[in-house]
């Protein structure tokens, strides 16, 4: 069992009596796909920006636009925000929502990569995507690149590619797009897989 700080523990558990900080970073470990030493490092940098321990919405976005300072990451945050709340936290994404959505896309198998995918693109929750969110998405991305898109893209050419892309997933052509028609097109794309695999990230 590794050597724990603490100071560490203390942070990680913040809500925790003494006694039961070393089960929480144990927990953690065995509930996602990070080591403790992993969990310690990501929470110390999640500590820093979110001194609470619970990140708003405004603040989220706050700190994604300092990843994509060349454009408006705004609305790309919002909808990755709406990924991660949970209902018990009042709107606000605690460290553990953080952990397991980051564990699931960083880690997950490409299943789980694609699960969360689509729920990006499942604006409204209802289990399946319409071109109207997958515009919405797409765009969000497009405002949040800004002038790093190559080449530059305009409205239009983005709602023709939403338009190509869209029915190419719906095989069904019932209009609106499941997480089987999704898995199934993805998974038929080298380039997708080879894409959602390097997502792995090394701390």
Sequence with gaps: MDKINDLDLEDLNYQLPRRHRTEELAKLANSTKFTRKEIQLIYRGFKQECPTGLVDEDNFKAIFSQFFPQGDASQYAHYVFNTIKQGQNNGKIGFEDFLNILS?????TVQEKLQWIFGLYDLNGDGLITQAE??????SIYDMLGRNTEPQVETTSAKEHVEKIFHQIDTNKDGVVTIEELVDWCLQ??????????????L
């Excluded at 699931?104 to 997950?108: D, L, T, W």
């Excluded at 997958?134 to 765009?139: A, C, F, H, I, R």
């Design 104 to 108: 699931r896309v960083s880690r997950g």
């Design 134 to 139: 997958m515009l919405d998405v797409v765009n």
């Design 189 to 202: 794309d080298e380039k997708i897989v080879q894409s959602l695999e390097m997502l792995d990230t090394v």
